[in-house]
């Protein structure tokens, strides 16, 4: 699987925890995939660290407590609006 992700750009669409433990996977297990592009609401303040910060990660934070600024190049947050006006 590390071959095929290998410079691999990827969408992760939604962020409940199911994403979020994907993800984990992808970045911890994944080291090779390129990028990570992940929407998220446009009114969150800081998405990318309420993110990381979130209980999925605490394996990557026990293997290296310096993992955060490592995924910061990886994972890229995509401004949406979720709300469709016709």
């Given amino acids: 699987m590390n071959e095929f992700y290998k410079g691999k750009v990827v969408l992760l669409y939604g962020l409940g925890y ?3 433990v994907v993800l984990e996977k992808l970045v911890r297990a994944l080291p090779t995939v390129k990028r990570v592009y ?3 609401c446009v009114k969150e303040v800081s998405p990318i660290d309420e993110l990381l910060n979130s209980h999925a990660f ?3 934070h026990k293997q290296n407590p310096e993992w955060k600024e490592d995924i910061k190049r990886i994972i890229i947050p995509i401004e949406v609006d979720w709300v469709y006006s016709p």
């Fill in 58 to 60: 605490n394996q990557l």
């Fill in 18 to 20: 199911l994403a979020k």
């Fill in 38 to 40: 992940v929407p998220f």
